[in-house]
């Protein structure tokens, strides 16, 4: 696919389920490095009623830590979650279930100490592909594909071949990635009543959304006062939207996509111009640098508090994390909504799409545990299982209305969901017993008090949506310098954004070139080379 032949996707992509369970976990296990010689469960048996066979092994699985539990709630390791897993796949398998967190903010250093000390978990994850790559490359992860094979197919049908086929690196199925139910990104949100206290109407281009923060500033609407930010939740991914209506796409090829980094590509210049006039005229977050990718509860605390006049989310966000609700709580009068005002010259609103893939889970070489650990995964893959792990208890958190789980509007479905992501790890997004895929939709959208704000979030997020490239070649220069390269991206991202408008230009293009010169070149070169490849 060319960039004259680019399509825009226009649609929501959805996992197909099997309507056909088949077998959970064998009552036994190893706990050694390769597969069991003995036959799995029979898909009739109940592994709950069959006897322990071996002493029981401790399963150790890596969770975030969000630092977002709700006053109230019980701990992220002591909760309807954990006690759900330890009872209805730890016991019957005879395996205790320990959860070691780690912060999210800091879990690739986090990670990469525990792998390098031996310590890891017997399940780990990330998003990070380079990290992946790395451990790889260094020896360091378990070939799961014959445990996949003997033990693992809930999990095959669930995820398909083409998430599946993310995780193979070298031939070698040494990750097992989660399957993105939704695709979008990202969605911008404003203040509707902040809008009809000023008199506009929704922006529906960038002109009119930067008059609109203009608006924002000078009349300071709602509770806001000399606090008011018109536009927050500013960083590299979240700002996307924003960098890719400057894109001059009949100038950018998928090589360029997958190859060059966004700093050179056409049009990104400009994009940080805008920003950077955006910053100086006080109509950003000001305290942007010093909390970006460190403190990600502070747009949400903002929102709440009635300072924030729009932001960009990760798509739905605000509603399954419970800020949408907490902004109604603050203030009666406060009506949230999603926008779609990034757009090219020619009209369109390009934005990311996530791959099919979410994050990738994998077992260190040092665990004796991964039959356990794909085991548990396939567990985790059956209706019975991860239905509960995302909506709770039918009649406490959720019911089921046309087939589709409905959470409750009530404390205990707050108390107990706000994370269910980290839980339900081979889904990112929720999912229904179907293969149709408006059916996964509804149940991304089943609380009726936002069912609107969620299905237009969903569809905003997806309108002319983009999927960057795709190489599973490792890139060994994209390994060397990918830590180096993230925190370059970070710094320019603030430098260019803060520079004075006299010195954009040179701050940019000083900063853009070191990036190169550090390792960017030699990443770009070696992608470059992968893609051309794989024609």
Not at 61 to 71: S, W
Not at 309 to 319: H, K, L, M, R, Y
Not at 333 to 348: C, M
């Amino acid at each position: 696919m060319n960039a004259k032949s680019k399509k825009w996707s226009a649609g929501l992509m959805a996992v197909a389920v099997s309507t056909s369970i088949l077998a959970g976990c064998s009552g036994n296990d190893t706990g050694g490095n390769e597969p069991s010689s003995k036959p799995t469960t029979n898909p009739t048996s109940n592994p709950a009623t069959e006897a322990p066979k071996s002493d029981p092994i401790t399963l150790r699985i890596e969770l975030f830590d969000r630092n977002n539990t709700p006053a109230g709630a019980p701990p992220i390791t002591d909760n309807f979650m954990t006690n759900y897993i330890q009872e209805n796949f730890g016991d019957p398998n005879n395996i205790k279930v320990e959860f070691v967190t780690v912060p999210r903010t800091q879990e690739v250093e986090k990670l990469n100490v525990l792998m390098a000390a031996n310590q890891a978990p017997d399940l780990v994850y990330t998003y990070d592909t380079p990290t992946v790559q790395k451990y790889v490359k260094d020896g360091g992860l378990t070939d799961l594909g014959p445990y996949l094979e003997q033990f693992g197919q809930n999990l095959k049908t669930v995820l398909g071949e083409t998430v599946l086929n993310y995780g193979k690196f070298e031939g070698v199925q040494y990750a097992i990635p989660a399957r993105r139910v939704l695709l979008p990104e990202s969605t911008t949100i404003m203040r509707q009543d902040w809008l009809d206290e000023v008199g506009l109407p929704i922006p529906t281009t960038t002109d009119e959304f930067y008059n609109t923060l203009k608006a924002f500033k000078e009349k300071k609407p709602g509770k806001s006062g000399d606090k008011v930010i018109p536009y927050s939740n500013i960083d590299p991914f979240h700002s996307k939207p924003l960098q890719y209506s400057f894109w001059e796409w009949d100038k950018i090829s998928d090589a360029d996509l997958y190859a060059t980094p966004d700093w050179l590509l056409p049009g990104n210049k400009e994009a940080f111009r805008f920003m950077n006039k955006l910053y100086n005229e006080g109509l950003i977050d000001p305290d942007f640098p010093l909390t970006m990718n460190k403190d990600f509860q502070k747009f949400q605390k903002d929102l709440i508090n009635g300072v924030v006049g729009s932001g960009t989310a990760n798509t739905n966000e605000p509603v399954y994390q419970g800020y949408l609700a907490e902004v109604s709580k603050a203030d009666a009068n406060a009506k949230v909504v999603p926008i779609n005002p990034f757009t090219t010259p020619d009209g369109k609103t390009p934005k990311a799409l996530y791959s099919p893939n979410g994050m990738y889970i994998f077992v260190p070489k040092t665990s004796k545990n991964a039959e356990a650990v794909v085991k548990y995964l396939d567990w985790m893959a059956m209706p019975e299982n991860f239905i509960p792990l995302q909506n709770g208890t039918e009649g406490k958190t959720y019911e089921m209305v046309d087939g589709v789980p409905q959470v409750l509007d009530n404390e205990e479905a707050k108390q107990t969901l706000y994370n269910y992501t980290d839980y339900a790890i081979i889904l990112n997004g929720k999912l229904a017993s179907s293969t149709d895929e408006k059916l996964n939709l509804a149940v991304n959208a089943s609380d009726p008090n936002y069912k609107d704000f969620t299905v237009a979030s969903f569809e905003m997020g997806t309108k002319d949506g983009v999927i960057k490239p795709s190489v599973t070649t490792p890139i060994q220069a994209e390994i060397k310098y990918a830590t180096t390269l993230k925190e370059k991206t970070d710094e320019i991202f603030v430098k260019v954004i803060t520079a004075k408008p006299a010195d954009f230009d040179k701050v940019y293009d000083n900063e853009v070139n070191d990036y190169m010169k550090i390792g960017g070149q030699e990443v770009m070169d070696e992608k470059r080379q992968a893609f051309e490849a794989t024609k």
